[in-house]
T-cell receptor
């Protein structure tokens, strides 16, 4: 069965550095999402992406964050200048249709540790 | 903004028991998702519901739109069902709003 893949599985970076988290959604899916989960807390929505543009974003998704689909297969999340509080598990997900009528397919996540 | 409450927060049961996990939300929704998060962190979608009831194997999910409530049931529970079960509701521009999850442990 097709899967959403995320790389790397674990990223350690120093405060202030830029990181790029990568995701390859399922090939015939049209909607893409990033979520994060701070250790011990609930999953939070960051951003949704459709038709090469952001369709929704949460209050968390400030100017430090950006998303891109550079080549038709990869979907990336960039954090420009990481802060300690950005340490979390970041999940990518994709759906064939919008998630109000289509099940989500999650990647295994990237654990980001900012030191 | 939708508030999603799950109960119980933690549940320990014996193998074979019938399990019920509840989810309530504050604002009317288009769809509700039940997700399973394994100890390693990976998340798997179990159900997406907008009305009624769905069944997959030993798992059953129901939703009552008028009461803003959903339940996830596990019949003949097994230790491999041990995981965190998360309810998430679709809120349009807010994307998905997640509950805190129910930590389920099934003891042999």
């Amino acid at each position: 069965e097709p899967e959403v893949t995320q790389t790397p599985s674990h990223q350690v970076t120093q405060m202030g550095q830029e990181v790029i988290l990568r995701c390859v959604p399922i090939s015939n899916h049209l909607y893409f999402y990033w979520y994060r989960q701070i250790l011990g807390q609930k999953v939070e929505f960051l951003v949704s992406f459709y038709n090469n543009e952001i369709s929704e974003k949460s209050e968390i998704f400030d100017d430090q964050f950006s998303v891109e689909r550079p080549d038709g297969s990869n979907f990336t999340l960039k954090i420009r200048s990481t802060k300690l509080e950005d340490s979390a598990m970041y999940f990518c997900a994709s759906t064939r249709e919008s998630s109000y009528n289509s099940p989500l397919h999650f990647g295994n996540g990237t654990r980001l540790t900012v030191t | 903004k939708n508030e999603v409450e799950q109960s119980p927060q933690n549940l320990t049961a014996q193998e074979g028991e019938f399990i019920t996990i509840n989810c309530s939300y504050s604002v009317g929704i288009s769809a509700l998702h039940w997700l399973q998060q394994h100890p390693g962190g990976g998340i798997v979608s179990l159900f997406m519901l907008s009305s009624g009831k769905k069944k997959h194997g030993r798992l059953i999910a129901t939703i009552n739109i008028q009461e803003k409530h959903s339940s996830l049931h596990i019949t003949a529970s097994h230790p491999r069902d041990s995981a965190v079960y998360i309810c998430a509701v679709w809120g349009g521009a807010d994307g998905l709003t997640f509950g805190k999850g129910t930590h389920l442990i099934i003891q042999p």
